[in-house]
Antibody
Framework: QVQLQESGPGLVKPSETLSLTCIVS?????????WVWIRQPPGKGLEWIGN???????YYNPSLKSRVTISVDTSNNQFSLRLSSLTAADTAVYYC????????????WGQGTLVTVSS | QSALTQPASVSGSPGQSITMSCTGT?????????VSWYQQHPGKAPKLIIY???NRPSGVSNRFSGSKSGNTASLTISGLQAEDEADYYC??????????FGGGTKVTVL
């Protein structure tokens, strides 16, 4: 049973860069999986941020592409999200998740972590 | 990419059937059978209830069913129960090799 756990700061200042890490357990990190970041502003819907394949290839939401970097650290079974030039609109619960290679659905989610952008 | 269009809310009485729509374009919903649906209760992570338009994961009630016609996918909940009160999100693959969610539908059991 795969488990995902987000970690990172709960409060960041405007214009700064957010760094979040997702630690994965119970799953072979080098298997053909996609590792995904999704966010949800308070009271609003889900937004797909992007994903990274275990080989390192990435796909990003076009609306965030200029500010997003997703990376993977297979030796430590974790992957990360960096989002730059933060504004209040980036305040959200950030979820890390997994999509199995060859499938079209997210089958495992982290519990989510609330990130607030405020001075 | 624009979010898929879902009705903001749908309601029904216990035992009734309700259907919610998820409208995209010929570059996402209309071009791929890669539509999934997620159920989200307050304060919880989403849970997969339908994948590839009309498939249910193991353990999901057969009261949930999915379909697609053209650029619109639909989720039907039959025999509505109090525990079905939640937010529901559709998700589709796109021609840009990205993924897009719908805005979400709040289901209220009257």
């Amino acid at each position: 049973q795969v488990q995902l756990q987000e970690s990172g700061p709960g409060l960041v200042k405007p214009s700064e860069t957010l760094s979040l890490t997702c630690i994965v357990s119970g799953s072979s990190f080098s298997s053909a999986h996609y590792w995904v970041w999704i966010r949800q502003p308070p009271g609003k819907g889900l937004e797909w941020i992007g994903n990274i394949y275990y080989t390192g290839s990435t796909y990003y939401n076009p609306s965030l592409k200029s500010r997003v970097t997703i990376s993977v650290d297979t030796s430590n079974n974790q992957f990360s999200l960096r989002l730059s030039s933060l504004t209040a609109a980036d305040t959200a619960v950030y979820y890390c998740a997994r999509r199995r290679g060859g499938s079209s659905w997210v089958d495992s989610w982290g519990q989510g972590t609330l990130v607030t952008v405020s001075s | 990419q624009s979010a898929l269009t879902q009705p903001a809310s749908v309601s029904g009485s216990p035992g009734q059937s309700i259907t919610m729509s998820c409208t995209g374009t010929s570059s996402d919903v209309g071009d791929y059978n890669y539509v999934s649906w997620y159920q989200q209760h307050p304060g919880k992570a989403p849970k997969l209830i339908i994948y590839d338009v009309n498939n249910r994961p193991s353990g999901v009630s057969n009261r949930f069913s999915g379909s697609k016609s053209g650029n619109t996918a639909s989720l039907t909940i039959s025999g509505l129960q109090a525990e079905d009160e939640a937010d529901y999100y559709c998700n589709s693959y796109t021609s840009s090799s990205t993924w897009v969610f719908g805005g979400g539908t709040k289901v209220t059991v009257l």
